[in-house]
């Protein structure tokens, strides 16, 4: 998949960013900073911060960016907090194409430009874009960069063939017209997780040929790693618990197939217990998996110009392995809590 060089646009759609917050006062002020910076046209940016019942200073912070506007969730007792924020904040939008991210992401100046030049090139409905883990030395934000990668690459190689309907929910844009033309989060307002993907699919399937992959580092938005290894896999599982409710049923025999395949790593372990040959099968298992993955591995490594991961893919697969099997595992059948929630 070629990288996309965004052009200067001759027809250029206003732009409506929606940005869900609960408690973000230590990032929320570096991203609308960030915004500030963008080249895109102010006046054909909406900025629009939808306060998810915060209960530190994010309110205070956002007033501080006399460009954007602030509005307030006020519904409760809900299991999916985030997708109401964004329909509250679609709701208030003025543009035609809407934008949504994180607030704890950072967007490079070029983000929103780039965006809308490829949704001219391609006249896409629904773009999927790259993000990227900043992460410092340490085991957890290291693993938590080097997994994201992967999925990215996954990502990014699947919408692009049209193969599968996958996405990220911090650098994503689609018209609005289309959201309310396949109702919004309707049907899947129940699931926690999924504003996102569960999205992605109700449009994928009302407007086939009109989603696409936006392989640029310009258009490459940067969030923070989960800071403890609770909140890692708190993120993982709600992540998993979506996978029986997609609509794009493709992607759930490639899923189990994944699921299983790592399964057998802690069969084969356990079977040796009994007869130590297991275990040198799990090890000639792990040896040849990385062989597999690694060309696909240097390759999102170099786009992401995080090289450094390279020599250390081979020592990080019996965590993401491990990983794996329990985030699956819960996801399908645990509760978890996030943004001091517990949800389904």
């Not at 940016?45 to 209960?55: K, P």
């Not at 940067?222 to 890692?232: A, D, G, H, L, V």
């Not at 099997?325 to 399908?332: A, C, E, P, R, W």
């Amino acid at each position: 998949m070629a990288i996309f060089q965004p052009t200067k646009n001759t027809l250029q759609p206003k732009i409506s960013l929606i940005i869900p917050a609960r408690n973000e006062e230590t990032n929320i002020g570096k991203l609308l900073a960030a915004l500030s910076n963008q080249s895109y046209p102010k006046e054909l940016t909406e900025i629009i911060v939808v306060d998810d019942h915060s209960t530190d200073n994010t309110a205070t912070i956002v007033q501080q960016f006399p460009f954007a506007k602030r509005i307030q969730l006020k519904e409760d007792a809900i299991n999916s907090y985030k997708k109401k924020a964004i329909e509250k904040g679609i709701a208030e939008a003025t543009g035609e194409l809407i934008v949504t991210t994180d607030a704890d992401c950072i967007p490079p100046p070029e983000w929103l430009q780039t965006i809308a030049s490829f949704k001219e090139e391609k006249q896409s409905v629904f773009i999927a874009a790259p993000v990227v883990i900043n992460c410092n030395s340490s085991l957890l934000q290291v693993f938590q960069a080097m997994d994201f990668m992967v999925l990215q690459g996954i990502t990014g190689a699947t919408v692009a063939n049209q193969k599968m309907s996958m996405c990220n929910g911090a650098n994503l844009a689609y018209e609005r017209k289309a959201f309310y033309a396949v109702d919004g989060f309707a049907g899947i307002d129940h699931i926690a997780s999924g504003d996102d993907m569960l999205l992605m699919h109700k449009i994928v399937k009302q407007y086939p040929g009109k989603v696409h992959y936006l392989k640029s580092k310009e258009a490459t938005v940067s969030t923070e790693p989960m800071k403890s290894w609770r909140s890692f896999f708190n993120q993982r599982i709600r992540w998993a618990s979506k996978a029986g409710v997609y609509n794009d049923k493709r992607i759930l025999p490639v899923l189990l197939l994944v699921y299983l395949f790592n399964l057998s790593f802690a069969v084969l372990l356990i079977a040796g217990i009994w007869d130590t040959h297991y275990i040198l099968y799990a090890a000639i298992l792990w040896v040849a998996k990385t062989l597999v993955e690694l060309p696909f591995f240097i390759s999102v490594s170099n786009f992401f110009d995080k090289q450094w991961a390279i020599k250390l893919f081979f020592f990080f697969q019996p965590l993401h392995i491990f990983y794996t099997i329990v985030s699956g595992l819960f996801g399908q059948f645990g509760k978890y809590e996030w943004k001091g929630r517990k949800v389904n």
